[in-house]
């Protein structure tokens, strides 16, 4: 996440989460998906662009010991205080503040929208850096034929092919693990990836 698109959460912080700060928000596809990629893990995960920070308690509900971070100040200090149990921090996900093969899991849930293709590879990469072997990464993403840019309502974002975005997770050094997608009348087409750090 760059500085303009930080700045452009940071205005409207309040408004979306009201909107999207809730699991009451989350369609019930996700929370099972997600649930059972849990289960599937122990010890600590990132949840890296963690926004309000639902998601991140969401995890530690399910017996995780999970960090939110996010480039967002505001999105941090709503989630300091919606979920005191929980730790979030201020970080940007190319540069996350673990020591190298420490973590369990990562959850990135569309907090890569915004990368540009050219650039989304650096947070791959640091993802892979921090987890441990065979560790866990779960990616969710808009999905679509083409990658492309699109009017987001917040600041631009893109749509991936699972395809396209299964080969950055190769290049970075992750094995893809099962894809997802669902397409819905009300909704941009959602695709979501689990992979393994090799």
Avoid at 39 to 59: K, M, R, S, Y
Wanted: glycine share 10%; net charge negative.
């Amino acid at each position: 996440m760059t500085n303009e698109v930080s700045e452009a959460y940071a205005r409207r912080a309040a408004e979306y989460a009201g909107l999207f700060g809730s699991m009451d928000a989350v369609h019930p596809s996700d929370r099972q998906l997600v649930a059972t990629w849990a289960e599937g893990i122990n010890g600590c995960v990132i949840d890296a662009g963690c926004g309000p920070g639902q998601w991140t308690n969401f995890l530690t509900e399910h017996r995780l010991a999970a960090c939110g971070v996010d480039l967002v100040p505001e999105f941090i200090e709503h989630a300091r205080t919606t979920y005191p149990g929980v730790p979030f921090e201020v970080s940007s996900l190319n540069t996350l503040n673990v020591e190298t093969g420490t973590v369990d899991g990562i959850f990135s849930w569309y907090s890569l929208i915004h990368h540009e293709p050219s650039t989304i590879g650096i947070p791959l990469q640091e993802f892979g850096r921090a987890l441990k072997p065979d560790g866990a990464l779960l990616i969710g993403f808009f999905e679509g034929p083409l990658v492309n840019q699109f009017a987001h309502g917040v600041t631009p974002a893109y749509r991936w092919p699972v395809s396209v975005l299964s080969e950055k997770l190769a290049a970075a050094g992750f094995e893809v693990v099962e894809t997802h997608t669902r397409t819905t009348l009300t909704q941009r087409p959602h695709g979501a990836i689990t992979a393994r750090r090799k």
